[in-house]
């Protein structure tokens, strides 16, 4: 997730991410980078999810963790370890 590529996964995440009896996860284990455009859009995202009462999380691979831990997001954009565990934070909730 870079510069290129923020406005379209933001633009697809908001469309569906608007229905409060429906929780969130966005899955970025395949994601090889993620730069500050890309982080910018989570950051979005979790804003409009906490403006609409929508539970989310995130769940990311060791590079997107490293990346989202450097700049101290990770409760912010409630990030998982895994997907797992991401799901039962959510039913828990």
């Known amino acids: 997730m870079d510069a290129y590529s923020d406005k ?11 229905d ?11 994601i090889d980078f ?13 804003k409009h999810c906490k403006d ?4 989310f999380g995130v769940v990311g691979n ?5 990346t989202v831990k450097l ?3 990770e409760e912010f954009l409630h990030l998982q370890p895994d997907l797992p565990t991401a799901l039962g934070q959510l039913d828990a909730a």
Do not use: W
């Open 8 to 18: 379209q996964f933001s633009s697809f995440i908001t469309d569906r991410a608007d």
């Open 20 to 30: 409060p009896s429906l929780p969130l996860v966005i899955d970025l284990t395949r």
């Open 34 to 46: 993620i730069d500050s455009s890309g982080l910018g859009a989570l950051v979005q995202l979790a």
């Open 52 to 55: 609409r009462g929508l539970r």
């Open 62 to 66: 060791a590079r997107v963790v490293q």
């Open 71 to 73: 700049v101290r997001l």
